[in-house]
Every structure is written in C-alpha cells, then in structure tokens.
C-alpha cells in the first residue's frame, strides 16, 4: 500500500523555524522525484520546493530561496523541509508529492501556521 505521510507542521511565530518530514512507504521511494507543495486558502497551489532522485538536484521557488532547504534520507524513505525565518506568508497547507514513471503520490498535508 503507497502512502506518504507528512508530520512536522504547526503554529509558529515568525522568524521562527520547523521541519517537515514525509515518510513513503510502498513503493521503491529513492527512484521518485519529490516535491513539495503548498497551498493557502484562496490561492492557487505553490510548487515550493523539488529534489531529485538520481542527483538530488535541487530547486526552490523565489518566495522561499535561502530560507527553506529541501533533502532526502533514501534509507530512511524519507523527505524533509527544513524551513527557518517563516513568515505570515508561509502559512499554508504544505503537501509532499513524489513523482516518478511509475506513479505519482500524494500525502495528506500537515498544516503549517505562521502568526504572532
């Protein structure tokens, strides 16, 4: 059974920091591409930040070069966002999706609030 599971979300104020984790299961996790996206309410889905399988090639959307970082643990079956000096317009629901020729999986999301 494929599942993705994203955890490490919450309230935080800003300038503050907190790391996503999405643990995959169920499929061979280190030949997919991952990315993670966000969403606010009333706004269009982000794409923030992807890694590659292969090299781990990375990029990140302009709204959040230099303050996230995107990596992978591939023995952990894990992929993180490590995310420092948030802001209000960080607050969304964040989303870990890995893509790959087999298939194209999707978490629940984890809900990440940037307030003072």
């Known amino acids: 059974q494929v599942q993705l599971v994203e955890s490490g979300g919450g309230l935080v104020q800003p300038g503050g920091s907190l790391r996503l984790s999405c643990l995959a299961s169920?499929?061979?996790?280190?030949?997919?591409?991952v990315r993670w996206y966000r969403q606010a309410p009333g706004k269009e889905r982000e794409l923030v930040a992807s890694?590659?399988?292969?090299?781990?090639?990375?990029n990140y959307a302009n709204s959040v070069k230099g303050r996230f970082i995107i990596s992978r643990d591939n023995a952990k079956n894990t992929v993180y966002l490590q995310m420092s000096s948030l802001k209000p317009e960080d607050t969304a629901v964040y989303y870990c999706n890995a893509y790959g020729s087999a298939g194209d999986y999707w978490g629940q999301g984890t809900q990440v609030t940037v307030s003072s």
């Open positions: 169920g499929f061979t996790f280190s030949s997919y591409a």
């Open positions: 890694i590659t399988s292969t090299y781990a090639i990375r």
